[in-house]
């Protein structure tokens, strides 16, 4: 099927932006991140070992005071390649918790701590997937503002082979405990995320083309199948604003919007000219999305008209074919 085939209504975009908008803020925005994966290997010392894959992770400290520089470097650190790194979105003991999926297949849980004026990550908890398997993403279950503090807190995370692991987090050792880990995908399971206002419920997307949801309490069969995507499915997000809000991406190089209430049909669809790799919502203005696309640069759709039009449609459509039930 062409890329064009079956899509929904079109999103509102802008040109290519020109300031970049931060996908790795800290939990103030006073502490970007910066994460890399260079192309190139480190060999092992032995040869018949595989090759290492080499990465390095920045912290910064933001000035809004300097507009002539105002990132200051105060922490590098040499890691595996970083295939994803998420904050969390509230403390844990105390303290910013970044989570960081890399290419020796490890969720590693780093800690910010303060000291004379000046911050650095210091490690946390770590957790090994899989042997000779990459960490390709990873998302908290706090995303959703108003989170009741007695609430598990979990980590989704995907990995080379196609599988997803549901982690919880603990304050005491050993901080990181695997909970399960199922199949979902015939080729790299690109992206995980977690619907955040039923944390049991996760979403994957795989260089199968495949959108899927699953249930963690019963995670063996997917909830829904979805092959509305004509490529790899590498980008989801939940909103976190609104209930039964989600945006996928994928190298298809469309976005699609969706009601977690029907997903037989996407909402809306905006083409952006680059392979979706990641989706922000932004924190504060419920109807901006940010999108990283490749080549395509980065763009900030406006869903609002798209989210009022289709939802109007489908209550509408409700009130017609289901007079009894309640909207």
């Given at each position: 099927?062409?890329?064009?085939?079956?899509r929904?209504?079109?999103?509102?975009?802008t040109?290519r932006?020109?300031?970049?908008?931060?996908?790795r803020?800290?939990?103030s925005?006073?502490?970007?991140l910066?994460?890399?994966?260079?192309?190139?290997?480190?060999?092992?010392?032995?040869?018949?070992?595989?090759?290492?894959?080499?990465?390095r992770?920045?912290l910064y400290?933001?000035?809004?005071?300097?507009?002539?520089?105002?990132?200051?470097e105060?922490?590098?650190?040499?890691?595996?390649?970083?295939l994803?790194?998420?904050?969390c979105?509230?403390?844990?003991?105390?303290?910013?918790?970044?989570?960081?999926?890399d290419?020796?297949?490890?969720?590693?849980?780093?800690?910010?701590?303060g000291?004379?004026?000046?911050?650095?990550?210091?490690?946390?908890?770590?957790f090994?997937?899989?042997?000779?398997?990459?960490a390709?993403?990873?998302?908290?279950?706090?995303g959703?503002?108003?989170?009741?503090?007695?609430?598990?807190?979990?980590?989704?995370?995907?990995?080379?082979?196609?599988?997803?692991?549901?982690?919880?987090?603990?304050?005491?050792?050993?901080?990181?405990?695997?909970v399960?880990?199922?199949?979902a995908?015939?080729?790299e399971?690109?992206?995980?995320?977690?619907n955040?206002?039923?944390?049991?419920?996760?979403?994957?997307?795989?260089?199968?083309?495949?959108?899927?949801?699953w249930?963690?309490?019963?995670?063996n069969?997917?909830?829904?199948?979805?092959?509305?995507?004509?490529?790899?499915?590498?980008?989801?997000?939940s909103?976190?604003?609104?209930?039964?809000?989600?945006?996928?991406?994928?190298?298809?190089?469309?976005?699609?919007?969706?009601?977690t209430?029907?997903?037989r049909?996407?909402?809306?669809?905006?083409?952006?000219?680059?392979?979706?790799?990641?989706?922000?919502w932004?924190?504060?203005?419920?109807?901006?999305?940010?999108?990283?696309?490749?080549?395509?640069?980065?763009?900030?759709?406006?869903?609002?008209?798209?989210?009022?039009r289709?939802?109007i449609?489908?209550?509408?459509?409700?009130?017609?074919?289901?007079?009894?039930?309640?909207?």
């Open positions: 099927m062409s890329p064009e085939c079956g929904g209504p079109s999103l509102g975009m040109p932006v020109k300031r970049p908008w931060d996908f803020g800290g939990p925005l006073s502490k970007p910066c994460g890399s994966r260079p192309g190139r290997l480190r060999s092992a010392p032995d040869a018949e070992e595989p090759q290492v894959r080499v990465g992770l920045y400290s933001l000035s809004e005071d300097s507009s002539a520089c105002p990132l200051t105060i922490q590098r650190r040499d890691t595996a390649a970083i994803d790194m998420k904050w979105h509230i403390r844990v003991a105390g303290h910013a918790l970044l989570g960081v999926a290419a020796g297949g490890s969720i590693e849980l780093l800690r910010l701590v000291s004379e004026n000046t911050y650095t990550l210091q490690p946390f908890a770590s090994a997937l899989e042997k000779q398997c990459l390709l993403s990873l998302d908290w279950s706090t959703k503002a108003g989170r009741a503090c007695d609430q598990p807190l979990k980590v989704i995370s995907s990995d080379s082979r196609g599988q997803l692991h549901l982690l919880k987090v603990t304050e005491a050792g050993p901080g990181l405990q695997g399960a880990t199922w199949q995908h015939h080729f399971a690109w992206i995980a995320a977690f955040y206002w039923q944390t049991e419920i996760v979403y994957s997307g795989g260089d199968d083309g495949l959108l899927k949801g249930d963690t309490r019963t995670p069969t997917s909830i829904f199948s979805s092959k509305r995507h004509s490529m790899g499915v590498c980008s989801i997000q909103s976190p604003h609104r209930e039964d809000l989600l945006a996928t991406g994928s190298y298809d190089e469309h976005i699609l919007l969706w009601d209430r029907n997903m049909q996407p909402l809306a669809d905006t083409a952006v000219q680059g392979g979706v790799w990641r989706l922000r932004h924190p504060f203005h419920r109807h901006l999305l940010l999108a990283a696309c490749m080549h395509g640069g980065l763009r900030i759709l406006n869903c609002e008209k798209a989210i009022v289709t939802w449609r489908v209550l509408l459509s409700g009130v017609w074919s289901c007079p009894n039930t309640i909207y």
